[in-house]
């Protein structure tokens, strides 16, 4: 059973959008006035699409007329979805995965990186080896089964970031590990579209990537941008919150799950020490930060934490804030955004971390 990340952006006109891969330019065109209520908009030139990659729909939206650079960001999302992909046979993952030493792009030499760093900081919570485990459990073709022990216990010989060996213009891994990029790849597509639009001075812009929100600037009218938290358990948001120049990245057991035959749930995100879905007392964990691929790795990592050591890890490093919501109806957030939460919710219980 799948279910697709929900989480928008609140407060965003996406003109009319074309089809897949199509975009558009408003110029000079009436913005509805429950939507905007400054006349600054009037003037704005909007320039928007909807595309499909790194299996997601994906929405791009930036006030400025330029259809050369809606192109040049597409063409970098399909360039990233074709260096990252686990399923294309040319990408620089695959052929990793199949070979253990290949050479890679500047990108993917990048982010893996960086996701090993990540790795290392979250003492291993967030692992991109997971790959063989991920896949026998069916996360990778839909075809979701329940592995053995001795299955696991076997693949997990082969899980450990530590082994990845990423050299001047090859990346090596020993035969029988895999990495999969699908925790960190969109946070880093973020980053990537947002140093492009800054380069050409764009500085009202709302990125989509899937649920994965990016912000550049503030909006047109000088407000902050609202971005909807949605609630794991319905098609609706349980909060809002008002942000600028961030990503907005949320990991949740409501984004792809199955039921087992023996009628547990699993979700996608696996604890690396165990090969087990995790099974926690959250149910989602959205961070807010200035680095999209920092704040896309440390929303799996807590996630797979739990509410405690996700606590603490916040409270040594204290440059993201984090929304955390729990099975039990529960809402607990960073204090840095007191002001700038509204819970819709009025059933939740609410907590502030400090
Ligand atoms: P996200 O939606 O960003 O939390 O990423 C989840 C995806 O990352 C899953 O669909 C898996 O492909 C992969 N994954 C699952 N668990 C982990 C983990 N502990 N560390 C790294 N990647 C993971
Ligand atoms: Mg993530």
């Avoid at 429950?34 to 009037?42: A, E, F, G, I």
């Avoid at 970098?76 to 199949?98: C, G, H, Q, R, W």
């Avoid at 319905?234 to 949740?252: H, L, M, P, Q």
Wanted: contains cysteine; aromatic residues 8%; glycine residues 8%.
């Amino acid at each position: 059973m799948k279910r697709s990340l929900l989480v928008v952006a609140f407060l965003i006109v996406l003109g009319t959008v074309t089809g897949c891969n199509g975009y558009n330019t408003n110029e000079d065109k009436e913005v509805s006035e429950d939507t905007y209520n400054s006349k600054m908009v009037d003037i704005q030139k909007q320039t928007s699409s909807e595309i499909y990659a790194m299996d997601t729909v994906m929405n791009i939206a930036y006030y400025a007329a330029d259809d050369k650079l809606m192109k040049n960001l597409i063409d970098k999302i399909e360039e990233l979805e074709a260096d990252f992909s686990v399923s294309l046979p040319t990408s620089d993952i695959y052929k990793l995965n199949m070979q253990s030493e290949v050479r890679v792009s500047e990108d993917t030499k990048e982010l893996v990186n960086k996701a090993i760093g990540l790795c290392k900081e979250t003492k291993g919570a967030l692992d991109i080896t997971l790959y063989p485990v991920i896949a026998e459990w069916g996360f990778i073709d839909d075809k979701y089964e329940v592995p053995t022990k001795d299955t696991l216990s076997n693949l997990l010989k082969y899980v450990g970031y530590k082994t990845i060996d990423v050299k001047q213009n090859t990346i090596a891994i020993p035969k029988g590990v895999q990495i999969d990029l699908g925790s960190v790849a969109k946070g880093y597509l973020g980053d990537e579209l947002s140093s492009m639009l800054e380069a050409e001075n764009i500085d009202s812009a709302i990125l989509n990537l899937g649920g994965n929100i990016q912000t550049i600037g503030k909006k047109p009218d000088g407000t902050l941008w609202a971005v909807g938290i949605q609630n794991p358990t319905a098609e609706d948001y349980v909060a809002v919150v008002e942000v600028d120049n961030k990503a907005v990245i949320t990991s949740g057991i409501y984004e792809r799950y199955f039921k087992g035959e023996d009628g547990n749930y699993y979700c996608h995100i696996i604890d690396p020490a165990t090969g087990m879905p995790v099974n926690n007392e959250l149910a989602s964990v959205t961070i807010i930060g200035e680095s999209g691929v920092r704040c896309d790795a440390l929303s799996t990592a807590l996630f797979v934490m739990g509410l405690q050591e996700a606590e603490n890890f916040w409270r040594q490093n204290k440059d993201f804030e984090a929304v955390f919501i729990t099975k039990s109806n529960e809402i607990y957030f960073t204090k840095g955004l007191s002001n700038n939460i509204n819970i819709i919710d009025e059933d939740l219980k609410v907590g502030v971390i400090e």
